[in-house]
């Protein structure tokens, strides 16, 4: 995320104002249902294209890079992004690229894909929102790193996650969120590190 973002409230850059501010809110939401889409579409999806699956999600990766590199071209921004991502990566494409990874790299767990994603979709706006009312750094963790967990225990419950897994992998996902990098946004470290920190304990998964 930019240090430009944490200046001021966040709906002042957005395109769009208030209503560019949700949007956003609700289409980083909406990325929770990418797995469910993944799963119960893509092996038919792949037939119609003629592609595998991993070769479908990397066509899908490789068609968002070229249109986040055509929109820096031509420099604009759309409805809900913010002013300064008409020169630099946006949060959109980063978040389209980690998920990209995810499943290029997870897609065989769907118990580790839907607790990673679901972290990011629902845990990013969930802090952003926090630091908005200007709730303490601190507690911003602390609560970020509860709401985090419950997603992992749920998933648990839903797809047989490894529950041990919630108590490294909360405090992880929250932590890669809080870097302020210029080029990077959170919605890149939010998956990658996280990602990064599963596939060195897969195998004891």
Same mark, same amino acid.
């Given at each position: 995320?930019?240090?430009q973002?944490?200046?001021?409230?966040?709906?002042?850059?957005?395109?769009?104002?208030?209503?560019?501010?949700?949007?956003?809110?609700?289409?980083?939401?909406?990325?929770?249902?990418?797995p469910?889409?993944y799963?119960?579409?893509?092996?038919?999806?792949?037939?119609?294209?003629?592609?595998?699956?991993?070769?479908?999600?990397?066509?899908?990766?490789?068609?968002l890079?070229?249109?986040?590199?055509?929109?820096?071209?031509?420099?604009? @921004? &759309? /409805?809900?992004?913010?002013?300064?991502? $008409?020169k630099? *990566? !946006?949060?959109?494409?980063?978040?389209?690229? +980690?998920?990209?990874?995810?499943?290029?790299?997870?897609?065989?767990y769907?118990?580790?894909?839907?607790?990673?994603?679901?972290?990011?979709?629902?845990?990013?706006?969930?802090?952003?929102?926090?630091?908005?009312?200007?709730?303490?750094?601190?507690?911003?963790?602390?609560?970020? @790193? &509860? /709401?985090?967990?419950?997603?992992?225990i $749920?998933?648990? *419950? !839903?797809?047989?996650?490894?529950?041990?897994? +919630?108590?490294?992998?909360?405090p992880?996902?929250v932590?890669?969120?809080?870097?302020r990098?210029?080029?990077?946004?959170?919605?890149?470290?939010?998956?990658?590190?996280?990602?990064?920190?599963?596939?060195?304990?897969?195998?004891?998964?």
């Amino acid at each position: 995320m930019s240090e430009q973002v944490e200046l001021t409230d966040p709906v002042d850059h957005s395109v769009g104002g208030v209503s560019g501010h949700v949007f956003r809110r609700v289409f980083h939401i909406s990325m929770s249902f990418i797995p469910l889409i993944y799963y119960k579409y893509a092996e038919n999806l792949s037939e119609i294209v003629s592609l595998t699956e991993m070769q479908l999600v990397s066509t899908v990766v490789l068609l968002l890079i070229f249109a986040e590199a055509a929109r820096l071209k031509l420099g604009i @921004t &759309i /409805f809900g992004q913010r002013d300064y991502e $008409s020169k630099q *990566i !946006s949060a959109l494409a980063w978040g389209g690229f +980690a998920v990209g990874m995810v499943f290029l790299t997870l897609s065989e767990y769907p118990e580790l894909v839907w607790p990673l994603i679901l972290s990011l979709s629902l845990g990013d706006p969930f802090l952003g929102e926090l630091r908005r009312r200007n709730i303490n750094p601190k507690n911003v963790f602390i609560f970020g @790193t &509860i /709401f985090v967990a419950l997603i992992w225990i $749920s998933c648990y *419950i !839903s797809v047989d996650t490894k529950p041990w897994l +919630a108590l490294i992998m909360a405090p992880i996902c929250v932590a890669a969120e809080w870097p302020r990098l210029r080029w990077i946004d959170d919605n890149a470290t939010m998956l990658l590190i996280p990602l990064s920190v599963i596939i060195i304990v897969l195998p004891w998964i």
